[in-house]
């Protein structure tokens, strides 16, 4: 199994800047992707940036220019840089792994993983 443990949310003011942390551990083969969501109450969730294994980054239209996505091939662990926040920033932010896992002896899987989600407000 994988295990997510995320850090770095909390509340500041419009303007500001937050560093999300996430962490996998477990039995990881390799990791394909890791990103970062986010969800209001009463919407979808929605993908706020995404980091493949090569590299290669995608940003949801809001948040180009302000956040950078980044990540730690040797730590299992991705980061979420966020300047220039607004208050319509505020969310739950969840951490997303597709990671390779053996499921049984010479036998892989492609799953996905969630963490636990971190709270981030941003006042006005």
């Known amino acids: 199994q994988v295990q997510l443990v995320e850090s770095g949310g909390g509340l500041v003011q419009a303007g500001g800047s937050l560093r999300l942390s996430c962490a996998a551990s477990?039995?990881?083969?390799?990791?394909?992707?890791m990103g970062w969501y986010r969800q209001v109450p009463g919407k979808q969730r929605e993908l706020v940036a995404a980091?493949?294994?090569?590299?290669?980054?995608n940003y949801a239209d809001s948040v180009k220019g302000r956040f950078t996505i980044s990540r730690d091939n040797a730590k299992n662990t991705v980061y979420l840089q966020m300047n220039s926040l607004k208050p319509e920033d505020t969310a739950v932010y969840y951490c997303?792994?597709?990671?390779?896992?053996?499921?049984?002896?010479?036998?892989?899987?492609?799953?996905?993983?969630w963490g636990q989600g971190t709270q981030v407000t941003v006042s006005s």
């Open positions: 477990g039995s990881i083969f390799s990791i394909n992707s």
């Open positions: 997303n792994v597709r990671a390779v896992v053996a499921v049984a002896p010479s036998i892989l899987g492609e799953y996905d993983y």
């Open positions: 980091i493949i294994s090569g590299g290669s980054t």
